[in-house]
């Protein structure tokens, strides 16, 4: 059997998504832009994958959703174009506040903002892998232009107080950025309701395909440019439109959305089910309570074993799963969620990501806990021989 575990890395493309975008690679190929009749057979198609991402978030007709290559392009463009467009020319206002648990496209970004003169506070996590509104308003200063906080986080699932961090940040005149790549599709992500400046999107993270993303602005919170050079996205996202993946974004976004309670019932049963069995093994460690946790999320730490082992002894079983964050694992890491949370520096080491999704089924989960439990058995005696020996010798 095949299981992937996996999804907070990357989802498998919704079936209907892939009709749908099948036409854009035939006859619907003219560019949007374009005058002649090609380019104004896809018009449409364009506008109709845009509105229902204005419906399925809940924005307002006078804000602007931008579409991008990827979440990360969204998050340099927000912080960047912060750069550009306030820091520079008023640099009395140079500080961002974020966490110390974003994606690497929001902390790599701030660090190179950091050698031209912007100013970061990074606020930790407490022993959850949680972040309190105190916390982040404790780090801000009159000199503080921009706040940027997750929505959910990528490793641990934890959902981080954004309605309350954004009321905050606009009583006293600061922007505020979330990126939501974990949240949309997983738990109800409402503009309307929760009023934020600037929102970060990924389509591969909710079962569109990749190279495709989003940036919520707010009206009136407009950005210079990241990408020069043409009139697409009303002059303020430069490039082709890639139709074919908008169209999918469009859908994929709807289906995802409409399936949150799917995900908040089904996902969460069996993510629970999964959960319950391994906290049932010696020594594990979940991190953050279940109910402040997007519904498909297990951040798991077994003591004494190597996550990249574990993953490895999965791997062979057929089942995915990660030690963390996707664009990290590449290389033994230790887990920075851990370390943030962990007295002990170990267990950075031992931190394995188990992520469903709407379409993980019971068997496999039932699959998943029999092949976890055995090896971690077999991991568990292995260093217990190697620590006799060692012992011995
Ligand atoms: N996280 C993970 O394994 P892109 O690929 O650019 O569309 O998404 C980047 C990104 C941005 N923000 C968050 C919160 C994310 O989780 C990700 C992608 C993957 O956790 C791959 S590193």
């Given at each position: ?62 804000d602007d ?13 927000v912080?960047?174009g912060i750069?550009?467009?306030y ?58 232009i921009l706040i940027s ?13 954004v309605?309350?961090v954004s009321?905050?940040a606009k009583?006293?005149g600061i922007l505020f950025h979330t ?12 503009l309307?309701?929760i009023d934020v400046d600037y929102m970060t ?14 940036l919520y602005v707010k009206k009136g919170k407009s950005l ?170």
């Amino acid at each position: 059997m095949k299981v992937y575990l996996d999804n907070n890395a990357t989802t498998k493309i919704d079936p209907l998504v892939k009709v749908k975008m099948q036409p854009f690679f035939e006859d619907l190929y003219g560019n949007p832009n374009s005058l002649h009749q090609f380019g104004m057979d896809v018009r449409p198609h364009l506008n109709e994958a845009l509105g229902s991402m204005y419906d399925a978030l809940h924005v307002r007709d006078e804000d602007d959703i931008l579409i991008t290559s990827c979440a990360t392009e969204s998050n340099n463009a927000v912080l960047k174009g912060i750069f550009f467009k306030y820091i520079l020319s008023n640099p009395e206002k140079n500080h961002i506040v974020t966490t110390s648990v974003e994606h690497p496209s929001v902390l790599d970004t701030l660090s190179f903002l950091s050698e031209h003169g912007v100013d970061v506070t990074y606020v930790d996590v407490d022993n959850e892998g949680g972040i309190s509104l105190e916390a982040m308003m404790a780090a801000v200063t009159d000199k503080t232009i921009l706040i940027s906080m997750m929505w959910a986080n990528n490793e641990t699932g934890m959902i981080f107080p954004v309605k309350e961090v954004s009321e905050a940040a606009k009583e006293k005149g600061i922007l505020f950025h979330t990126d939501a790549v974990q949240a949309i599709g997983k738990i109800p992500v409402n503009l309307t309701d929760i009023d934020v400046d600037y929102m970060t999107f990924s389509a591969h993270k909710f079962h569109g395909p990749k190279g495709i993303g989003g940036l919520y602005v707010k009206k009136g919170k407009s950005l210079p440019n990241l990408f020069h050079g043409g009139e697409q996205m009303g002059g303020k996202r430069a490039g082709t439109l890639n139709v074919a993946y908008i169209v999918g974004m469009g859908l994929a976004m709807k289906q995802a959305v409409g399936h949150v309670e799917k995900m908040n019932i089904d996902v969460r049963r069996l993510r629970d089910k999964l959960e319950d069995a391994i906290s049932k093994i010696a020594d594990t460690i979940v991190v953050g309570p279940r109910e402040k946790r997007t519904p498909n999320t297990i951040l798991v730490s077994l003591k004494g074993i190597e996550g990249e082992s574990m993953l490895w002894d999965l791997n062979r079983a057929g089942i995915a799963a990660s030690t963390g964050s996707a664009c990290a694992s590449e290389s033994l890491h230790a887990n920075p969620v851990m370390s943030a949370i962990g007295e002990d520096p170990e267990l950075a080491h031992t931190a394995m990501r188990l992520s469903l999704s709407r379409f993980t089924t019971e068997e496999e989960i039932d699959y998943v806990i029999e092949m976890f439990t055995k090896a971690a058995e077999r991991l568990r005696a292995i260093s217990s021989t190697y620590a006799y020996t060692n012992k011995a010798s």
